[in-house]
């Protein structure tokens, strides 16, 4: 399968492409680390038909956020779920710098690491999943790729639930969108 990987002007991505083999279990989580590695960004839970899977942002050890009980549910069937399968993964490390024509820094440098998923559901659509670990950031986005629909879906929720780590008084909350 061919992933198109989206490119920022002035950096190389390099990565290396990971499929699970015929005979080797698919994983079941994995991780972002930026390069100082202070910053990492994790998810886990696929397999075993679980109906959510998790993700985590850690800081110098220290767990900051978490998303459990994570899960998209396609108006037209489908979903990205625990159940869904892990069918490739790669991983890479990038380095560049751009210009900005606004702000107090006319100059950005930048170098993250990468972790790319890709996950089929049960209903035959593939997604994709992206962990992004920088020094002073992380980013976590998911996009679907082919659909039964030829193309065509609409969301109908996305929910979970979200952890603060290191607030006491604000410790839980429930996202649905």
């Known amino acids: 399968m061919r ?13 290396i492409a990971v499929a699970c083999g015929a005979n080797a279990a698919p994983p079941t989580s994995s991780e972002a680390r930026s390069p100082d590695e202070s910053n990492v960004i994790q998810v886990s839970g696929w397999g075993g038909g679980a109906e959510s899977f998790t993700f985590t942002v850690s800081r110098n050890g220290r767990e900051v956020l978490s998303f459990s009980n994570y899960r998209i549910s396609l108006v037209d069937g489908g979903q990205l779920d625990g159940s869904a399968t892990i069918y490739g993964k790669m991983e890479g490390k990038f380095e560049g710098s751009f210009d900005l024509p606004w ?6 440098d930048v170098s993250g690491a990468q972790v790319i998923l890709l996950l089929g559901d049960d209903y035959g659509n593939d997604w994709r999943i992206d962990l992004l670990a920088f020094d002073d950031a992380v980013a976590f986005r998911y996009t679907l790729g082919q659909t039964k629909n030829a193309g065509e879906f609409a969301i109908a929720s996305e929910s979970a639930d979200v952890r603060f780590g290191g607030i006491p008084t604000f410790n839980y909350t429930q996202f649905l969108a």
Do not use: N, Q
Request: cysteine-free; hydrophobic content about 40%.
């Open 103 to 108: 702000g107090k820094s006319s100059h950005v």
């Open 3 to 15: 992933v198109h990987v989206p490119r920022i002007r002035g950096v190389l991505f390099l990565s």
